[in-house]
């Protein structure tokens, strides 16, 4: 295992809403919507708004058929 990954910490999901018909905002146990957040040029998807906005939107793909 690469010594630069760090342990990730489990989280649990509240709630998921459909915004779109392939779009989706996911809330965490704390109440806040998952969002993509830029932290020193690194980008993380972390539980940290309380309403959602165009970062909090996640786009649902097929992978395979």
Sequence with gaps: MNNSFKKLNMLKLEGMMALSEHTIA??????????????????????????????????????FE
């Design 26 to 63: 996911l809330q965490a146990d704390n109440g806040k919507y998952l969002s993509q957040i830029n932290i020193s040029g690194l980008n993380y998807i972390k539980p940290d708004k309380t309403d959602i906005d165009v970062f909090c939107q996640f786009k649902l793909i097929t992978l």
